[in-house]
């Protein structure tokens, strides 16, 4: 094969890069520093982040305020699970 590169992968980093600017434009400097660190620790949480904004820009939006995008922030959190554990389990137990 050639050195050249796939067509396909030149056409996804234009894609990334035209996602890259269109957040730019949305967001202030502050919210882009959330979404950085929601990227670093949930990927899939910022992909959905990322498909509002998306979405929000296709509608002609302007720019968001903080208000505003804490309330994207809100409704992409999940609901923390709690294990809680009513009796001890046999099934660790090793002196039986």
Do not use: C, H, W
């Amino acid at each position: 094969m050639s050195n050249q590169e796939d067509p396909n992968t030149e056409n996804k980093k234009n894609v990334g890069d035209q996602i890259d600017v269109i957040i730019n434009y949305l967001l202030s400097k502050p919210s882009l520093e959330r979404l950085a660190n929601i990227k670093i620790v949930d990927l899939e949480r910022y992909y959905k982040i990322e498909a509002i904004l998306l979405n929000l820009y296709q509608q002609r939006s302007e720019p968001l305020d903080e208000a505003k995008f804490l309330l994207i922030l809100q409704s992409t959190e999940q609901k923390q699970k709690r294990l809680i554990y009513s009796r001890r389990s046999g099934i660790l137990d090793l002196d039986d």
